[in-house]
């Protein structure tokens, strides 16, 4: 089975930056594509960042491009994150797609099988 573990959460002032990665466990792991959510207290679960199976093709909401970037290698993703803001604050969450390209939509959280615990993001001002 798949197992998801998210680690590099913290406390960061505005401005500054955190690395995220996600640990993968399972053989297929580095064949599907893997997204980022985030999700703060009192608000719904949103998309923060894709990569699809290769790692030649990524996609971001628009409240973080520009700033963040994901990456993977064979068994782990990353999510790079800087010039934070207060509004950055949020669980993030590691998944895994149901398939290799993002087929029925990269930023849908139903089409993602596997998920992390989380990792708190706190960003102060």
């Known amino acids: 089975q798949v197992q998801l573990v998210e680690s590099g959460g913290g406390l960061v002032q505005a401005g500054g930056s955190l690395r995220l990665s996600c640990a993968a466990s399972?053989?297929?792991?580095?064949?599907?594509?893997m997204g980022w959510f985030r999700q703060a207290p009192g608000k719904e679960r949103e998309f923060v960042a894709a990569?699809?199976?290769?790692?030649?093709r990524t996609y971001y909401a628009d409240s973080v491009k520009g700033r963040f970037t994901i990456s993977r290698d064979n068994a782990n993703v990353y999510l790079q994150m800087n010039s934070l803001k207060p509004e950055d604050t949020a669980v993030y969450y590691c998944?895994?797609?149901?398939?290799?390209?993002?087929?029925?939509?990269?930023?849908?959280?139903?089409?993602?099988?596997?998920w992390g615990q989380g990792t708190q993001v706190t960003v102060s001002s």
């Open positions: 998944a895994k797609h149901r398939t290799f390209w993002g087929q029925r939509g990269l930023d849908v959280q139903t089409s993602y099988d596997y």
């Open positions: 399972g053989h297929t792991f580095s064949n599907y594509a």
């Open positions: 990569i699809i199976w290769s790692g030649d």
